[in-house]
């Protein structure tokens, strides 16, 4: 191929970054350049094309375009193909990998249309030289690549090899890492080239493994992003001419020598996960930057970028973000943390935040100047750009007074190994219109429960259950944590409101009871189908201990959907601790035998907690230990209704408080408390001694007694008895029933 003749090129990019790509790649030498679908197209020299592959920070490769034409048939496509003179490009014995995107015109899927363009290549080399070349998709000579679009098919040479986003310096990358290209667009975005210039400082305080850091070192040394690349597409082409190539690589060498001579910008990274310290390390050692940044292992709670001379400068992050609701609310404090740290330390800096959940963006307390619309490969997000100066902050102006109102016990005993993480001392964000209207109704239920909470000393309690109904989550006050339950809302609610309002509520609940966030768990409540109903929900195994009627009980938040008691069912806990004295007591379904634990405080002679769960009964028996009980206190694993029908012993005072459903790999059958209330009841009371009490009670809304159970027993729905102050205000959370024999 002559030095200056004019070639059609086409360079593609991931979607969004289009409009930076037209300017770089004008910048670069492409002339004629105009926007594409997810790519560039122009024209230019055999040199353009070499600094294209060299230099752009945004492209993922470098086509060559070799011949358009019209394709009717699949006849058409190959013949389209066989017609081009293939010894100007690919040896007979060399090899070649094809990729075709596009369909129609008879060719119906994209590996069929390969196979044939393979097909018209291989046939034009053998038959002009008796050979032909062989396929290797990992390393071949040369790369083709045709697209066929409404009857015309673009074939192309691929000079780039490996898509351009892969510098070589990244060979290690922690579970959900940006590509090289999209982190150079964010920084360009951001306005970094130009910081760059003025000496300022870069910053990333959730740096993973370093790319936003390694290719903002490069920006500002000159470094051209695949100076360090060791093969490209080009490199077995028939066409390629070193003598353009090699002035070009060179250049770029000098320019990098020059750029990494001069004094180093201040450029940093902290990462929390100590796994992912060295893989980061090893990738800015690989990129030859090892002189220009350096990262630290270090919480967001403690971030404070400390520049020489007070210098300012870019913050740029990717925060987590999840794809489900739950998992974006879960991260909803990290995010206020992150603008907290940022209005705190950061005074004067610039930020850049690139986000999946443009919602959590909302929550930092900072507004934005800038918004670019931006896709993770298929995931839409959202650059955030501030300006971290006081007229962009958005506070919340309530007093002091305010804030520490609230009865949450800072007594109580921590999570298991748990550290304290220092608050930071500024002023929090101000809460959306809703956001305040749902933390006043948090307010007056604190004021309405707390003359309650101080006179029965109680430690656990519901504080708030979707009193306002477009606000469906459940908050539990554990001591001094916080456990928030979010029900799934109606399918005919906007999935993008409920989020909104579910982080409004989020946001309100620290300020109001002035806890950390770091003491907020929060989980998705809804039907529980199959076995999901025994699935973990994390593996921390971390329990606090809280007190209830003089009992120490333990309770995990994290790990399961219950937290292992039953906050409505106090009442009936506190009947059975009094009435427990001296008698044989039996708990059914017994969970984590919290019912058993004050019956042993109420005096029980025996106790016998029944479950088909080791989990739960393993819980159960430190329950027990934790208040000095041991000894007479039987548990037993085994399915409820097969044990009631081989057990012969009897009891006075029996507690029966079964799921709504159960499906255990362990059981034969299904259990349906509607199904099969008759049957359980009818063999617990047959182990039930004379002059005996039966406490019954279940969660299943709908649930109607059988009228056989009260023609055949005494029973007395106690419902209306069984709820303290803070589920007064949903009576339909459970039922319950006395029931003795007849006397009559």
């Not at 020299?45 to 019209?70: D, E, G, M, P």
């Not at 995107?101 to 363009?117: I, M, P, Q």
């Not at 309690?461 to 799934?488: C, G, K, S, T």
Request: charged fraction near 25%; glycine fraction near 8%.
């Amino acid at each position: 191929m002559p030095a200056n003749k004019e070639v059609e090129l086409y360079l593609t990019c991931p979607k969004s970054l289009e409009g930076l790509l037209l300017d770089e790649a004008q910048t670069l030498g492409l002339m004629d350049a105009r926007e594409q679908l997810a790519g560039v197209s122009g024209h230019g020299t055999l040199q353009t094309a070499y600094r294209l592959c060299l230099w752009s920070r945004l492209a993922n490769r470098i086509l060559l375009v070799l011949k358009r034409f019209n394709v009717k048939n699949v006849e058409d496509l190959y013949h389209g193909i066989n017609d081009l003179d293939w010894s100007d490009h690919l040896s007979a014995n060399g090899t070649l990998s094809v990729e075709f995107t596009g369909r129609g015109s008879g060719v119906d899927n994209t590996h069929f249309g390969a196979l044939k363009v393979k097909d018209a290549i291989v046939d034009a080399l053998r038959d002009e030289h008796g050979n032909r070349p062989s396929v290797d998709k990992v390393n071949p000579d040369v790369r083709i690549h045709l697209h066929l679009n409404r009857g015309e098919a673009t074939l192309s040479l691929d000079l780039s090899g490996t898509s351009l986003h892969q510098r070589g310096y990244r060979l290690q990358q922690g579970a959900a890492p940006l590509k090289e290209n999209l982190a150079a667009a964010i920084l360009l975005r951001a306005g970094w080239p130009k910081l760059a210039k003025q000496g300022a400082a870069l910053v990333d305080p959730m740096c993973g493994v370093g790319t936003f850091l390694v290719e903002g070192a490069m920006m500002a040394a000159d470094i051209a992003p695949n100076l360090r690349r060791e093969r490209w597409g080009f490199t077995r082409w028939l066409g390629h001419i070193p003598a353009i190539w090699q002035p070009i690589y060179e250049e770029a060498q000098q320019r990098a020598a020059k750029g990494l001579a001069q004094p180093p910008l201040w450029i940093r990274g902290y990462e929390a996960d100590p796994r992912l310290i060295q893989p980061a390390r090893n990738n800015i050692e690989r990129a030859g930057l090892a002189g220009w940044v350096n990262i630290y292992q270090g919480e967001l709670a403690t971030f404070e970028p400390k520049p020489d001379q007070g210098q300012t400068g870019l913050i740029v992050t990717n925060p987590p973000y999840g794809e489900r609701l739950g998992d974006e609310a879960s991260l909803l404090y990290l995010y206020q943390y992150l603008g907290e740290r940022l209005r705190s330390t950061c005074l004067g800096w610039d930020a850049a935040v690139f986000t999946g959940s443009p919602e959590l963006g909302k929550r930092m307390g900072l507004r934005s100047h800038k918004q670019y619309s931006l896709f993770n490969g298929a995931l839409p997000c959202r650059l955030l750009l501030f300006q971290v100066t006081p007229e962009r902050f958005v506070l919340d102006y309530r007093s002091k007074k305010q804030e520490n109102a609230h009865p949450i016990h800072d007594t109580a005993p921590r999570l298991t190994g748990e550290q304290e993480q220092p608050m930071v001392a500024v002023e929090p964000a101000r809460l959306s219109e809703g956001g305040q209207m749902f933390a006043n109704r948090l307010k007056k239920n604190l004021k309405q429960l707390s003359r309650w909470v101080r006179k029965e000393k109680i430690e656990c309690y519901r504080l708030y259950d979707a009193d306002m109904p477009e606000y469906a989550l459940a908050i539990d006050i554990y001591a001094n944590w916080v456990h928030v339950q979010e029900y799934a809302a109606p399918r005919s609610i906007d999935a993008e409101k409920a989020q909104g309002r579910f982080l409004d509520a989020l946001a309100a609940i620290p300020k109001v009871l002035s806890i950390p966030p770091e003491r907020i768990v929060i989980k998705r409540r809804e039907r529980q189908v199959g076995t999901r109903q025994y699935e973990r929900q994390a593996e921390r195994g971390q329990f606090i201990t809280v007190t209830e009627g003089g009992a120490k009980l333990l309770v995990n938040l994290t790990d399961y959907l219950d937290t292992g008691l039953f906050l409505d069912h106090r009442p009936i806990r506190m009947r059975i601790q009094q009435e427990a004295i001296g008698k044989r007591f039996l708990n059914l379904f017994c969970y984590t035998a919290v019912a058993t634990v004050h019956a042993a405080k109420g005096g029980a002679r025996s106790t016998t907690s029944v479950d088909l769960s080791k989990t739960y009964l393993d819980w159960a028996k430190r329950n027990l230990a934790l208040n000095g009980f041991s000894d007479k206190h039987n548990l037993v694993h085994a399915d409820v209704m097969v044990w009631l029908e081989n057990d012969r012993e009897t009891y006075d005072l029996i507690f029966v408080d079964p799921p709504t459903f159960s499906n255990s790999k362990r059981m034969d059958d299904v259990f349906d408390v509607q199904r099969d209330h008759v049957v359980l009841l009818d063999r617990a009371m047959a182990r039930l001694a004379p002059g005996g009490s039966l406490y019954f009670s279940n969660n299943f809304r709908r649930f109607v007694m059988d009228e056989s159970i009260e023609q055949r027993y005494q029973v007395t729905n106690i419902t209306g008895q069984t709820f303290d102050p803070d589920f007064s205000r949903n009576k339909k959370i459970h039922q319950a029933w006395h029931i003795t024999q007849r006397t009559d």
